[in-house]
């Protein structure tokens, strides 16, 4: 039997394609990387069709590239060696919510709209921590790129909040990671060997995880932002550090961009605090608002932009997509030292400058500031090939500009992770390679990546 | 506007998604009846605008599954109304567009190939003779149109479908029961065209314009009452603006406010509206169904979670009450909706479109509500309480 009728077989038919229109969609994504070749696209409802498209892949030796949102702008979930695409979206049920243990178990497609509008409706004090992204992306995916989300500054980058999972193995068997292997209760992960790394990261190249326990948090009744300005990089250390020492951000963002012309040649620093009273509110208000020196300016009045753009949970990210009236943007997730800040941003305005590209320059503390996620979006016109070209050049030199400095690339397109790997340590890429060999004997799973 | 006029916007789609959901920021399901049935990335608005503008470019070949995903759009405007983006009055004008292009080469699916046929043929999608176009007047006193002050257009749907039969009579009785001065055009109507303009067939859209408007302006027409709102919808955004045109609840709203139409009787009865998107989305009326319910007494008027510009589409525009593209099933647009209603307690699902109905109608069946959940056209409501 072929390969489309053996998935026919698994999965009902309207979900099984290999039509010349799912397989150029699937072949792409809204980023700046070349489309790749992708040979089937399959739907999943259950995690037994799952172990089945997986024993099928083993027996005919075609690779598998599981997809969430497929918004990663830099192309993870479109296969590199062709094969079959599994969209996860139909596996789209939220299982369980844990009030008191604050935690809610959904299955790999539920996307992170979905999640926020059932606790909105049904447990409205508590909130998960919510990617940049739109609500169609899936929790699961932006789980296991180790996405942030606005709660990051405050409780960690969104993968240290995974309770535990289910995941499909390579070979086929279906595993339990974390308290869900030993209980009915999805309520940690810690206390055992931590085997969930062995799917973070990893870019779908170890299993397909299928459900996942994410942890749940307060969600305060006043949120809010404030407004800084300064025209000095140097300060930007300081500032991160300071507003940490305080226990007070919820959220942070550093952004500069080219448009509107106001904000040109100008650093904007916007906290978002919280509250449960106006007493508490106000403040935190009037603690952060008087806390930094001469350097760095509080504005009165939050321009009603900013508002628009950081007070929605998810905040409409995706306004980037048309500064440059064409469609697309990605950018490069450069994870930093705090002190690498000025030069990062110094010489990537260079780049910018030097490949001519529509940006916005945007940082974002994480881990309570430990680091920072220093991300230039490069945004481009999808009908310009020279354009998506330049800026394919500045996603290469801020990769090489990140490395040098001593940060590392967070979920890198295939040249980043090509970057990485050469820089990595041999012992290193020994090991994920025996990793790898180890859980996928037969190398089925999204190869190409990590390689 | 042809495809080559959306040259500038057709790539500017990131395909963030925000379009197949709803304005109040409820994630909780997908608003788009294409994308919710089908689920793969190229049956959603923005899936649609990569393949469009991937067959322009030749990067793909036109196929049959191509013109099956773009024929499945309904153009309910839900991409519309919620598309974060500058450009979003247009997304579904361009799937429009690359309709008018497939019909320009010749690459019209045989489904719609044949309603429109019919429609050049025939004057309606069923293929059904012109001279049994008023057959369901008989036993009423609706006449024919002689210088009334109102034409009373009554629609392909209106005209032929058995359900939609009795909405026209209903409607009919009622508007005579005002006192209102009404004819309809009986052998002489023509399909009002909305479908076909959908289709994409802007010749035939242009022919039974200008036969339409030539009638009216024979007939001294100045004032336009329609039973659908398709109807509506062409006849106000795309005919010349020579006659003044009301959907129907519009006007029943204007003669209960006058004190014109009275209920005597009193109905209990739990109602959900369900908004068609042509009234809807496309003409922003919202209030006057729900204010004519309002006024009957003894209605309880019960929302459905997604209701105005966030109402869910039943599936029917764009000619799938004919095509049936979505080819039925648990996804299809009308059970979801028909299940939405049921959830809302309500006895009756009120309808102002005689397409929502028939959609719905089969979708109560399917669902094995027809004990549970009875659809009603607010003309039949108001016909019962006088």
């Given at each position: 039997m072929d390969i489309y009728s053996s998935l026919v077989n698994i999965v009902e038919k309207d979900f099984v394609s290999n039509r010349p229109e799912e397989l150029y969609m699937y072949s792409r994504d809204p980023g700046a990387q070349p489309p790749r070749k992708v040979d089937y696209v399959v739907m999943p409802k259950t995690v037994e069709e799952v172990q089945q498209i997986v024993m099928l892949a083993n027996k005919r030796r075609i690779p598998v590239t599981p997809m969430g949102g497929g918004f990663t702008t830099c192309a993870l979930t479109v296969p590199i060696k062709g094969g079959i695409v599994l969209d996860m979206k139909r596996m789209d049920k939220i299982i369980e919510v844990n009030e008191k243990s604050k935690y809610a178990v959904v299955e790999a497609g539920v996307s992170q709209g979905a999640l926020k509008s059932y606790l909105e409706k049904y447990y409205p004090h508590l909130q998960h921590s919510t990617p940049e992204a739109p609500p169609t992306v899936t929790v699961v995916g932006n789980l296991l790129i180790d996405g942030h989300g606005h709660l990051t500054p405050m409780h960690g980058v969104n993968s240290s909040m995974i309770n535990g999972m289910e995941v499909v193995l390579p070979t086929g068997e279906i595993c339990k990671i974390g308290s869900c292997s030993i209980s009915p209760c999805w309520f940690t992960r810690r206390h055992l060997p931590d085997l969930a790394g062995l799917f973070i990261g990893w870019f779908g190249t170890t299993g397909i995880v299928t459900k996942i326990s994410i942890q749940l948090f307060p969600k305060p009744r006043l949120r809010d932002c404030l407004v800084f300005s300064t025209?000095?990089?140097?300060?930007l250390p300081d500032v991160v550090f300071k507003v940490f020492q305080t226990e007070m951000a919820e959220n942070f963002f550093v952004i500069a961009q080219d448009k509107p012309d106001w904000m040109l040649g100008h650093i904007y620093i916007v906290i978002l605090i919280t509250g449960n009273s106006e007493e508490e509110f106000e403040l935190k208000k009037r603690q952060l608002s008087a806390m930094f020196d001469e350097r760095v300016k509080f504005m009165e009045e939050t321009p009603p932009a900013f508002k628009r753009r950081f007070l929605e949970v998810p905040p409409f990210a995706a306004t980037a997509a048309d500064f440059a009236k064409g469609g697309g943007f990605e950018y490069v997730g450069g994870i930093l030292p705090i002190e690498k800040i000025p030069e990062a941003w110094r010489r990537n305005l260079e780049i910018i400058r030097r490949y001519n590209v529509a940006f916005s320059l945007a940082i974002q503390p994480l881990d309570c500031g430990h680091s920072v996620m220093f991300g230039p979006i490069y945004s481009f016109n999808r009908a310009d090939e020279e354009n998506i070209e330049r800026v394919r050049k500045a996603l290469d030199e801020t990769n090489k500009l990140i490395l040098e400095l001593g940060g590392i690339l967070w979920k890198a397109e295939l040249p980043g992770q090509k970057l990485m790997m050469e820089r990595m340590d041999t012992n290193t890429v020994e090991l994920l390679k025996r990793v790898r060999k180890t859980l996928d004997p037969n190398g089925i799973m999204n190869p190409g990546n990590w390689e | 506007m042809a495809l080559e006029d959306y040259k500038n916007i057709i790539h500017r789609c990131f395909r963030c998604g925000y379009c197949r959901f709803t304005s109040d920021c409820s994630y909780l399901g997908f608003n788009c009846p294409v994308y919710n049935k089908y689920r793969l990335e190229t049956y959603s608005p923005g899936g649609m605008m990569w393949l469009i503008r991937a067959w322009k470019e030749n990067e793909i070949k036109w196929t049959d599954s191509l013109a099956k995903i773009l024929y499945s759009c309904t153009t309910c405007n839900n991409c519309v109304e919620h598309c974060k983006f500058k450009f979003n009055s247009d997304i579904v004008n361009v799937i429009i567009a690359a309709r008018e292009e497939m019909v320009e080469n010749g690459l019209v699916l045989p489904l719609v190939g044949r309603f429109l046929e019919n429609v050049y043929l025939y004057g309606n999608p069923y293929r059904e003779l012109r001279s049994n176009r008023d057959k369901w007047t008989e036993g009423t006193k609706i006449k024919q149109y002689?210088?009334?002050?109102?034409?009373?257009y009554v629609g392909c749907v209106g005209s032929y479908d058995i359900r939609g039969q009795e909405i026209a009579r209903a409607l009919g009785d009622v508007l005579l029961e005002a006192g209102l001065s009404i004819g309809i055009l009986g052998p002489n109507e023509d399909c009002d065209g909305n479908e076909v303009k959908m289709l994409g067939e802007k010749r035939l859209f242009g022919i039974l314009v200008e036969k339409n408007t030539q009638i009216f302006n024979n007939l001294g027409v100045k004032k336009i009452i329609t039973l659908s709102p398709h109807s509506y919808n062409a006849f106000k955004n795309y005919y010349p603006d020579r006659f003044e045109v009301f959907h129907y609840t519009q006007i029943l709203r204007h003669l209960i406010r006058n004190g014109r139409l009275v209920f005597p009787k009193r109905l209990n009865a739990k109602v959900t509206y369900h908004d068609s998107c042509f009234l809807g989305r496309h003409n922003n009326e919202y209030e006057s169904p729900r204010e004519i319910l309002n006024a009957i007494p003894g209605i309880e008027l019960v929302e459905m979670e997604?209701?105005?510009?966030?109402a869910f589409c039943c599936g029917g525009g764009s000619g799938n009450f004919y095509t049936d593209f979505f080819g039925g099933g648990e996804d299809s647009p009308a059970r979801v909706r028909v299940r939405e209603a049921h959830e809302t307690g309500a006895d009756i699902l009120a309808v102002a479109c005689p397409t929502c109905m028939t959609m719905l109608s089969d979708a109560v069946k399917s669902e094995g509500l027809e004990e549970k959940l009875i659809v009603k056209d607010i003309s039949e409501i108001v016909k019962e309480s006088l």
């Open positions: 025209d000095d990089p140097n300060s | 002689t210088r009334e002050e109102f034409l009373y997604r209701n105005r510009e966030n």
